[in-house]
């Protein structure tokens, strides 16, 4: 059975297959590396391997999350714009 709704189409998520999994959403996957570096940072600070200065390490999470995030919205808008000329449906 064909779905012939374009804006169910268009709705669909860059890569994914309609009636399948929807892939991982960049945000996500940067906020669950944020939050494991974070647990990590804070075994290692407790176990007393290293210091820590916790604005250099804000700083320094900061700017790779914020680095992470733009990458993968560059790359996600390439991957859904291929599709056209425009880079519209």
Same mark, same amino acid.
């Given at each position: 059975?064909?779905?012939?709704?374009? &804006?169910?189409?268009?709705? !669909?998520?860059? /890569?994914?297959?309609? /009636? *399948?999994?929807?892939?991982?959403?960049? /945000?996500?996957?940067?906020? /669950?590396?944020?939050?494991?570096?974070?647990? &990590?940072? !804070?075994?290692?600070?407790? %176990?007393?391997?290293?210091?820590?200065?916790? !604005?250099?390490? %804000?700083?320094? %999470?900061?700017?790779? &999350? *914020?680095?992470?995030?733009? %990458? $993968? *919205?560059?790359?996600?808008?390439? =991957?859904?714009?291929?599709?056209?000329? !425009? $880079? =519209?449906?």
């Amino acid at each position: 059975m064909s779905n012939n709704n374009p &804006a169910a189409e268009n709705s !669909t998520a860059a /890569g994914a297959v309609p /009636g *399948g999994p929807a892939p991982a959403r960049v /945000g996500t996957i940067v906020w /669950g590396l944020i939050v494991l570096a974070v647990a &990590a940072l !804070t075994i290692v600070a407790q %176990l007393g391997l290293v210091v820590l200065n916790g !604005t250099y390490v %804000l700083i320094g %999470l900061m700017i790779g &999350a *914020g680095a992470a995030l733009v %990458l $993968g *919205g560059v790359l996600s808008a390439r =991957k859904r714009d291929n599709g056209s000329a !425009t $880079g =519209k449906p």
